[in-house]
Nanobody
Framework: QVQLVESGGGLVQAGGSLRLSCAVS????????MGWYRQAPGKQRELVAD???????NYEDSVKGRFTISRDNAKNTVYLQMNSLKPEDTAVYYC?????????????????WGQGTQVTVSS
């Protein structure tokens, strides 16, 4: 069974740092883009950052210069290093990965989501 397993959330003071990890487990063929989204109470889920298989990255404007997304393709893992955290970064953070899977006689792609990890930044 394919799963995305997240870790690394928690409570931190403003200005602090956290590192989120998300590992893909199960039998897969390969991974395309991976990313991190977040959802604050009463708000829609938004893209924080994503990274292609080749390492090209994209960031939401409010996190540029503070967050860094990276991936280890050998470990099927994506990371989000979050520095200079602000109270407005408080949210549930979700990992997303576009996976290539082996079907009956062919490959197919579908997105998978992690279970979410809470990040709380106190002022």
């Amino acid at each position: 069974q394919v799963q995305l397993v997240e870790s690394g959330g928690g409570l931190v003071q403003a200005g602090g740092s956290l590192r989120l990890s998300c590992a893909v487990s199960g039998i897969i063929f390969s991974i395309n883009a991976m990313g991190w989204y977040r959802q604050a109470p009463g708000k829609q889920r938004e893209l924080v950052a994503d990274i292609t298989k080749g390492g090209s990255t994209n960031y939401e404007d409010s996190v540029k210069g503070r967050f860094t997304i990276s991936r280890d393709n050998a470990k099927n893992t994506v990371y989000l290093q979050m520095n200079s955290l602000k109270p407005e970064d408080t949210a549930v953070y979700y990992c997303n990965a576009d996976l290539n899977l082996v079907g009956p006689g062919s490959l197919y792609s579908r997105p998978y989501w992690g279970q979410g990890t809470q990040v709380t930044v106190s002022s």
